[in-house]
T-cell receptor, first 108, second 114 residues
Framework: GQQVMQIPQYQHVQEGEDFTTYCNSSTTLSNIQWYKQRPGGHPVFLIQLVKSGEVKKQKRLTFQFGEAKKNSSLHITATQTTDVGTYFCARGGGKLIFGQGTELSVKP | NAGVTQTPKFQVLKTGQSMTLQCAQDMNHEYMSWYRQDPGMGLRLIHY???????DQGEVPNGYNVSRSTTEDFPLRLLSAAPSQTSVYFC?????????????FGPGTRLTVL
């Protein structure tokens, strides 16, 4: 249906290692958004991707939208303890439908 | 701007009780939504609204009612609370078709149903 599948569910890394979370849909997406939720907090918008093959960077974060607009990824280079939290993708449209999220923990 | 505000922050109910979770935004956003968050389940859409007087069901609407009489307010009503409705509830708003698509979330209401 309209679900977006997100993997992995959990990721534990050593500080300085890279991290990637993937978002997949069985249907073509009009756009995809990414959010970060710190422990105990609320989701905060990171970015929206709209174009096929789009790549956007925010400092150490790189966001990609697949050529077929059915998948997306978020890559963090050289993780820091401040990156801890859960990262969600969300398929756009009239209603935003979220993936299950990837919980990232970073060991100093 | 206060952004998106939710009250109460915490609530404990007994099975069968009813209550309303309040949500308000002062950004003149067209779209408003309610989500529930449970461990390992992500954020699941309960109901949403694309403007005053218009509401529609999300992924998990059963047991909840909404109305949107004004642009600013979008209350969520639990008709007869059940333990399965124990969750954290987030209200969110966004401008609609204009802008970056960014959705702004409130701080959440943590609900426990005994």
């Amino acid at each position: 249906g309209q679900q977006v599948m997100q993997i992995p569910q959990y990721q534990h890394v050593q500080e300085g290692e890279d991290f990637t979370t993937y978002c997949n849909s069985s249907t073509t997406l009009s756009n995809i958004q990414w959010y970060k939720q710190r422990p105990g907090g609320h989701p905060v918008f990171l970015i929206q991707l709209v174009k096929s093959g789009e790549v956007k960077k925010q400092k150490r974060l790189t966001f990609q939208f697949g050529e077929a607009k059915k998948n997306s990824s978020l890559h963090i280079t050289a993780t820091q303890t401040t990156d801890v939290g859960t990262y969600f993708c969300a398929r756009g449209g009239g209603k935003l439908i979220f993936g299950q999220g990837t919980e990232l923990s970073v060991k100093p | 701007n206060a952004g998106v505000t939710q009250t109460p922050k915490f609530q404990v109910l007994k099975t069968g009780q009813s209550m309303t979770l309040q949500c308000a935004q002062d950004m003149n956003h067209e779209y408003m939504s309610w989500y529930r968050q449970d461990p390992g389940m992500g954020l699941r859409l309960i109901h949403y609204s694309v403007g005053a007087g218009i509401t529609d069901q999300g992924e998990v609407p059963n047991g909840y009612n909404v109305s949107r009489s004004t642009t600013e307010d979008f209350p969520l009503r639990l008709l007869s609370a059940a333990p399965s409705q124990t969750s954290v509830y987030f209200c969110a708003s966004r401008p609609g078709t204009s802008g970056s698509g960014e959705q702004f979330f409130g701080p959440g209401t943590r609900l426990t149903v005994l």
